[in-house]
């Protein structure tokens, strides 16, 4: 179970915004952004504030209880981004309202969290 004061906290840290695609709470006016365990509960994942993210109501559910995916580039079996031990911005890259992956990870979590899908991309161009 995690707590209101919990989620209020690693909301705040997140400025709001869902930690893969950057979705912000704002341009989402009729849904709130979920909290949602990086490592899920089914694999052991903690409530602990480590184990914790902001996800969009797009993100969340195709993460689902997923860790990994098939980099679309090498077809290796490659973990998804983790917004505690890895940077945005070594993984992630805008071009224009798409979002382009800098590495395995990055291009691995676009595919699986279906970051480029079409309503994802109106969102942004809106
Ligand atoms: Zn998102």
Redesign the pocket.
């Known amino acids: 179970m995690i707590g209101a004061q919990t989620r209020a906290q690693v909301r705040e840290r997140a400025q709001n915004?869902?930690?893969?695609?950057?979705?912000h709470q704002d341009d989402s006016p009729l849904a709130a952004?979920h909290v949602e365990h990086i490592i899920p509960k089914i694999h052991s994942g903690s409530d602990d504030i480590d184990n914790l993210a902001v996800?969009?109501?797009?993100?969340?559910p195709h993460k689902g209880t997923t860790l990994t995916g098939i980099d679309p580039e090498t077809n290796k079996i490659t973990e998804l981004f983790h917004p505690r031990r890895q940077a945005w911005k070594d993984h992630f890259e805008w071009q224009g309202i798409y979002l382009a992956g800098k590495t395995a990870t990055g291009r691995t979590t676009i595919r699986v969290?279906n970051?480029n899908s079409e309503d994802?991309v109106a969102l942004r161009s809106s």
């Not at 996800?55 to 969340?60: D, F, L, P, S």
């Open positions: 915004a869902c930690e893969y695609c950057h979705l952004l996800a969009c109501i797009a993100c969340n969290l970051i994802q």
